[in-house]
T-cell receptor
Framework: GENVEQHPSTLSVQEGDSAVIKCTYSDSASNYFPWYKQELGKGPQLIIDIRSNVGEKKDQRIAVTLNKTAKHFSLHITETQPEDSAVYFCAANPRNTGNQFYFGTGTSLTVIP | GAVVSQHPSRVICKSGTSVKIECRSLDFQATTMFWYRQFPKQSLMLMATSNEGSKATYEQGVEKDKFLINHASLTLSTLTVTSAHPEDSSFYIC???????????FGDGTRLSIL
């Protein structure tokens, strides 16, 4: 089955700096890669996603890149703000598993004011 | 955007009690709903997947007689933790997905504490 690895597990950045979180996946059948942000005591919220026919997608300060050959994808947050502090999860969805998502282990991001 | 409502947000009850958690998709039809369990500072652990009108598919190691899942309509799924014990204390989160490869949208979770 699919195996998603996520790094780093914790990340601290100064406000205004950029943050990068990386994930790798093992199943070449994966074709959909969402990123979720989870604040303390709440459920994960979708912040951006990318499909395998696209190499990069951007939404204001957030961008995601995908390298299908290397089987890795990354989340980039620019001009970080304290409210970006949260746990971020990547996920992969193999097309042959229907609806099941495989999640990374999460990255706890702290933005220092 | 897609909204998933989960209730209750917090439950504290005595050992042996059964607890029901509801998950509703408010503005879309959820053909598939998922139930996860999350331990502190850990990732989401998929417990079961349910499709509307059919029996849930449970992940290995999850007791289907203990964690009863019902997905009676395209907007509602329920998880009942039967005869709960302290080791069942956890954060339970549901998610819902519509047709056509839509993303999973999560509820805000239920913090279950069994005394």
């Amino acid at each position: 089955g699919e195996n998603v690895e996520q790094h780093p597990s914790t990340l601290s950045v100064q406000e205004g700096d950029s943050a990068v979180i990386k994930c790798t996946y093992s199943d070449s059948a994966s074709n959909y890669f969402p990123w979720y942000k989870q604040e303390l005591g709440k459920g994960p919220q979708l912040i951006i996603d990318i499909r395998s026919n696209v190499g990069e997608k951007k939404d204001q300060r957030i961008a995601v890149t995908l390298n299908k050959t290397a089987k890795h994808f990354s989340l980039h947050i620019t001009e970080t703000q304290p409210e970006d502090s949260a746990v971020y999860f990547c996920a992969a969805n193999p097309r042959n598993t229907g609806n099941q998502f495989y999640f990374g282990t999460g990255t706890s991001l702290t933005v220092i004011p | 955007g897609a909204v998933v409502s989960q209730h209750p947000s917090r439950v504290i009850c005595k050992s042996g009690t059964s607890v029901k958690i509801e998950c509703r998709s408010l503005d879309f039809q959820a053909t598939t709903m998922f139930w996860y369990r999350q331990f502190p500072k850990q990732s989401l652990m998929l417990m079961a997947t349910s499709n509307e009108g059919s029996k849930a598919t449970y992940e290995q190691g999850v007791e289907k007689d203990k964690f009863l899942i019902n997905h009676a309509s395209l907007t509602l799924s329920t998880l009942t933790v039967t005869s709960a014990h302290p080791e069942d204390s956890s954060f339970y989160i549901c998610s819902a997905r519509g047709q056509g490869g839509q993303p999973q949208h999560f509820g805000d979770g239920t913090r279950l504490s069994i005394l």
